[in-house]
């Protein structure tokens, strides 16, 4: 397959390609949300152990992230990304037939390692297709169908839940995957050339994740992004319990309530698109890290103090929405700087988001108290973190005379 070069127009079949195929992840997790209840009813699990199928999926997204993307600097990006999305149908068409909540915790591990191809090359071919400021635009406009994903999945989910059983969702999840599999063999090209490809095998590639974790200004944006999607996944995790059980909403009326933190994000993940053209990705991560605590902060007090629906809801909102300029500018700052190992670093930076999310997770449902309250905290204390980590990443910037233009500068020398 011949290389797509690195330009800087932007093709919107392509980079709807792209999104789509970004686009797994968040339906795989979001989907069967409304239907934790019901499984839990249905499998005779526990609220935790539900919760739990989230956590595996989230780790097998971590591991295949660090495998595929590693996989993909060697052996391009087309075959892996095939390879992956036929073992994501045969793992989703085999969950509607499972009888147990171990057993589907097991295959939830497989579906999300296989989900991970579509997010991580994705990233990927973005850096090997485009250059200097489009990278970060691309990030942005990738983060629009990312956002509809998380609006639709769980209104999805609850109307396959009016017809059907919770094993509908993933005849529905297989037959995307199925359908992206089709698109993705017709459609997509290698975006790797033979030439630019890792050599060396395992050793090559242990080096590169090495030297991955021996950049400090790498690793600190990493690590920032993985605790504010921490956050995020907290959310995702607990926001069911807490609107359905701790508010009586129905299935129906919390992928509503599900849908505005989703459109939340997708809102302000384009307002940086037309920012990025004013002002650096750092600039507008500063900004939306220390927002976003601030919100994170006003929500814990309100929860504490007993608050209602709307209050807690809006809140709930705005935190969010800081995640729409946070999740495309860490990845366009870490990436800038790292073109020649694009697989590793994003298949790094993916697994230490849902590495530590898988972790983060389940705490809602193992602390236990009122779930507000519990998801509240939780959710602040990760977007603590990041402010923290956004400390320190930014004294690494003045001390590389970098800020406030880093990622022009970068960019300038791909």
Known sequence: MPQAPA?????????LLLSALTAIGPLTFDTYLAAFPRIAADLHASQAQVQFTLTASLAGLALGQILIGSVSDAYGRRRPLLVALAIYVATSTAMIFLNSIEMLTALRFVQGFSAAAGMVLSMAMVRDNFSGVSVSKVMARLMLIVGVAPVLAPTIGAQLLRFGSWRSIFGFLATVGAVLFVLAAVRLKESLPVEKRRTGGTSAALRTYRDLLLDRPFVGLALLSAFYMSALFTYVASSTFVFQCGFGLDAQQFGF???????S???ASQLYGAMVDRFAPEQILTGAVWTGLA????????????GGLVPITILLILTLGTAGFVMPSAP???LASNPHRAGSAAALLGALQFGIGALVAPLTGLLGGTPAVTMAAVMFVMVLLGAVLLTGVSRAWRRDARTPTIAAETLATV
């Open 332 to 334: 366009a700052i870490a």
């Open 7 to 15: 330009r800087t127009r932007i093709s919107a079949g392509f980079i």
């Open 295 to 306: 919100f994170a902060t006003t929500l814990l007090v309100v929860a504490l103090a007993g």
């Open 265 to 267: 994000i997708t809102a």
């Open 257 to 263: 309530i599900f849908a505005g933190g989703a459109v």
